[in-house]
């Protein structure tokens, strides 16, 4: 596979890093008066100023060129028309699948896929309208209050993130996330619950994820022992009790019924799972007509992206600027500075979904890549980080674009403080763009030393995505632009960012190192002196 670094976009873009290196967003400003007209767009519900980044008009429409030399368009209608893009397990790439309205259509490998995801959502909507209604009752007779969603990583990030980011349309239902194999975890959440009201959610693509398992175990015993034997145990687990789920024999042997199991497909990734069955939880939260909202926002920006021009698409903007900033301009990291409470869990899920895609050094043809792969994605809401990191954003010797999220109008508006959010918002984007010149410090009356250090640089790079409500439509379209951002980054890189081959090494070698820390008698181990000294360390300190 030819390397993108060979090609003529690629070069003239290296051509240009020195302008862009040098760019003075002060001098481009007062350049160009209409700046933030021309690098401003929409999709959906959500609009992108981009005209703080280090772009000119020649560097964007090389950036453009790269976009359309790599061919972004024909790989996305691969993946959108279920061809195997994901060749390293030979699947295709359905997500975009879960979200098309029922009279759409779609056959994939023989099957007609909009058929079957309709059928499960059919399903789930009865079941989640039982439990939030009351008319489903634990073994007991009670009602359910309490949803234990049990899963990992794609499996919880998603539903955690959109649980918290909709808990304005959460009725009744209280949902609660156990992922961690740290048993203090599920201990932690219990301890709250009363086990005749909770029903949990064992959420697993596979059902074998080793931590997802052990969890569902401890839940099912607690559950089991707090309804005492007259509840009965068969009773007890279809009552309280669902899996979302691929893997049918793993249920039912764990005693689930499969009535209670509402299944996805191998086209499914974890990280592209939460409007998928995996959503379960939300659902149960918000009921089955917002959960519909919620996947019609994600079928908006599926839509903006298949048809907007390349220069106008968000997920292609939002793309290039990374690709610029990790290949060109060596920018090492990527903050999300969401300028919403509700959002606090955004950053996280963008980790997974950003560095398990693209956290990749081979390419689609197996070899090595040529170039920066996916970027290191970090941040915290707004305005807290600006009271503990920013500084290093601002002054520091590493330059961090970020992307700033807000919202204009505010779920729940107390004393004005909205407005104060959002002049945070928009002062730090100025702040950061802009900076402050020593000039500028010593005619505020500053001299001396003082003068370096109260002096910003700026073209400090960031992107302003403001949403005009958060709802579960727009939370939807917020997903799904970093999903296909997600997908032009891994097209023009070349690499499979819908596998995770980097994250088995470590399972494997765990599988391995149970029995030696729970065997009885000391067992002759053959790690290296470090990993040996570590096991026996713990053998003599565990207490028992
Ligand atoms: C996501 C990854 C990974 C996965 C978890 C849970 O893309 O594959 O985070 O979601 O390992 O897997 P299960 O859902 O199979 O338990």
Known sequence: ??????????????????????????AEFAAVPSRAEQFTVRGADIMLDFSKNLINDDIWSALVDLAAASKVGERASAMFSGEHINTTEDRAVLHTALRLPADASLTVDGQ???????????????????????????????????????????????????????????EDLTCHFVSNVDPTHMHETLRQLDPAETMFLVASKTFTTQETMANANSARSWLLDGLGADAGRETAVAKHFMALSTN????????????????????????????????????LAIGPDEFADFLAGFHDMDEHFRSAPLEQNLPVVMALLGIWYRNFLDFETHAVLPYSQYLERFPAYLQQLDMESNGKSTKLDGTPVDH???PIIWGEPGTNGQHAFYQLIHQGTSVVPADLIGVVNPANDVGGQHDLLMANLFAQAEALAFGKTGEEVEAAGISGVLVNHKTFGGNRPTNMLLVDELTPRTVGQLIALYEHKVFVQGTIWGVNSFDQWGVELGKELARGIVPELTADDAPELDHDSSTNALITHYRHTRRR
């Open 372 to 374: 920066e792969t996916g």
């Open 112 to 170: 007609d896929v909009v058929a079957d995801v309709h059928e499960t959502l059919g399903r789930m909507s009865r079941v989640a309208d039982a439990v939030r209604s009351g008319a489903w009752k634990g073994a007991t007779g009670s009602q359910i209050r309490h949803i234990v969603n049990i899963g990992i990583g794609g499996s919880d990030l998603g539903p955690l993130m959109v649980y918290r980011a909709l808990s304005d349309y959460r």
């Open 1 to 26: 596979m030819s390397d993108v670094t060979n090609t003529s976009e690629w070069q003239r873009l290296a051509e240009l890093t020195p302008a862009g290196a040098g760019l003075s967003l002060r």
């Open 248 to 283: 049918l024999e793993g249920v039912t042997e764990f005693g689930i019924d499969p009535e209670n199991m509402f299944g996805f497909w191998d086209w499914v990734g974890g990280r592209y799972s939460v409007d998928s069955a995996i959503g379960m939880s939300l659902m």
